[in-house]
């Protein structure tokens, strides 16, 4: 329990917090777009649902949404597109 104490009494300031954030965010961005390349159906229903409401750019958001939610596409929770 000390340990832990001595751990979260370390001051930090917000630009190291911020760079952490960051370098925590390659390798899930990495493994994210990887998943939305080979999991192309998914990026089609994501594209089909924002087509009626974006028509210019629905592709690309559906790509970056699918590699976002590769987690949660991973352990099935699909979206319904209807």
């Given amino acids: 329990m000390s340990l832990l104490r001595r751990v979260l009494s370390r001051k930090v300031s917000v630009a ?3 760079e952490f954030a960051l370098w925590l965010a ?3 961005l990495l ?3 990887v998943w939305a390349f080979f999991d192309a159906e998914q ?6 649902a924002f087509r009626i409401r974006l028509p210019a750019g629905s592709e690309i958001l559906a790509y ?5 939610m590769w ?7 699909d979206i319904c597109a209807a």
């Fill in 26 to 28: 390659i390798p899930y």
């Fill in 16 to 18: 190291a917090m911020i």
């Fill in 64 to 68: 970056v949404q699918t590699a976002a």
């Fill in 43 to 48: 990026v089609q229903l994501f594209d089909t």
């Fill in 31 to 33: 493994i994210g777009f």
């Fill in 71 to 77: 987690p949660q596409l991973m352990l099935g929770a």
